[in-house]
């Protein structure tokens, strides 16, 4: 089993946050009671404008409750859809989720089942079978878990779709142990470029609003149709709760790893081979300031000073970026680059090369 370094989330849902939620309803019942006071004393300015030598009286208006129609309530629609695949998965250190992708096959985020060799899964229905863990990356923090079901209902994913910044998105999992939860927001940005400070793992993710929470890992994050469009994996927070800032791996990087996992075949992340900096004026993009020997770059014949800004069509800003992208291929995947060379836009192709330990 791969071995996967610990992380912070999930954290057990433990009995100290119920005086904040009590607080949080009796602050919800104060405000819900002044509003009704408000609304049940009108102001006398309006019983002074009254005309009070009017005695004709109007009938009271008969109004229909509205009639449900599909895509009305999108939220309740994509929920319905995604919730039989989106699973409660329990550890010996706390709570997490995971999607339903295959037959028996739940995707989850590798933090969740970290140290662990079967964790116990609780269905949509209730109930709980054990989960047994294949395998999976603590880098991307993406793994899988097998149970000995076929018949829970696979969740559909939007495999080979770009989101768009400001479409719907819907978070779908546990929070604080809360099962079968679901919140909304919308995708904040895609692309995002996340650990590329030089101190962790690169990666480009998907950048919700919805709100997340410890226990929403290996959840998913779904469209208005209740396509998959990632796996939850961490927030931005200095709470410890959501502030608005989630992330997810998007479903191609997420599928693409489990498919290498269930062949039992290594996993390995594309490597271009060269050293950047970001543009201080003038156009956006990574200046290439070291090409390295025998690497994908340099067969692709890339130089030093090489202005990269785009990989594959994707607007590259600069190294975070460029490095991000870069590791949502698979080794062997033929890229395009566009790059600036002696005032010259130019488009070259590069096969990409596999990352080691020595050019990590």
């Not at 009590?22 to 009108?42: E, H, Y």
């Not at 706390?94 to 079967?118: K, M, P, R």
Request: hydrophobic share 40%; with cysteine.
């Amino acid at each position: 089993m791969t071995d996967f370094s610990p992380q912070h989330e999930p954290r057990p849902a433990e009995k100290k946050w119920l005086p904040r939620l009590l607080l949080a309803l009796l602050i919800v019942g104060s405000v819900a009671g002044v509003t009704w006071l408000a609304v049940s004393n009108p102001p006398a300015t309006t019983l002074a404008a009254e005309d009070q030598s009017t005695t004709t009286t109007s009938e009271p208006l008969e109004i229909e409750a509205p009639i449900y129609q599909e895509g009305v309530e999108p939220i309740a629609d994509a929920a319905e859809r995604i919730l039989p695949s989106v699973v409660q998965i329990r550890t010996t250190d706390g709570v997490g989720s995971g999607v339903v992708f295959g037959e028996g096959l739940i995707l989850t985020a590798a933090h969740v089942v970290a140290g662990e060799d079967t964790v116990l899964v609780r269905l949509e229905t209730g109930e709980n079978l054990e989960g047994t863990v294949v395998g999976g990356t603590s880098e991307a923090d993406i793994a899988v878990v097998r149970i000995d079901r076929t018949d829970v209902p696979i969740a559909e994913l939007a495999l080979d779709y770009k989101p768009r910044v400001g479409q719907m998105a819907i978070a779908v999992g546990s929070p604080w142990g809360l099962a079968s939860t679901v919140t909304a927001g919308i995708v904040s940005a895609v692309d995002q470029p996340l650990g590329c400070d030089g101190g962790g793992n690169c990666r480009s993710l998907l950048q919700t609003d919805a709100a997340i929470n410890p226990g929403n890992s290996g959840g998913a994050l779904v469209d208005r149709q209740g396509r998959v469009l990632g796996i939850n994996v961490s927030i931005f927070s200095l709470s410890g709760a959501n502030d608005g800032v989630g992330f997810a791996v998007p479903i191609d990087v997420a599928y693409d790893l489990a498919q290498t996992v269930l062949a039992g075949d290594p996993i390995e992340f594309a490597f271009l081979g060269v050293v950047g900096s970001d543009v201080e004026t003038g156009r956006a993009g990574t200046v290439i300031t070291e090409v390295l020997e025998g690497s994908a770059a340099d067969e692709a014949g890339l130089e030093v000073d090489d202005l990269v800004v785009s990989i594959d069509g994707v607007r590259v800003t600069g190294i975070a970026d460029l490095a991000s992208l870069v590791r949502t291929y698979q080794p062997g995947e033929v890229v395009d680059l566009v790059i600036v060379r002696d005032g010259e836009e130019r488009t070259i192709e590069v096969t990409l090369g596999v990352r080691d330990e020595e050019t990590s």
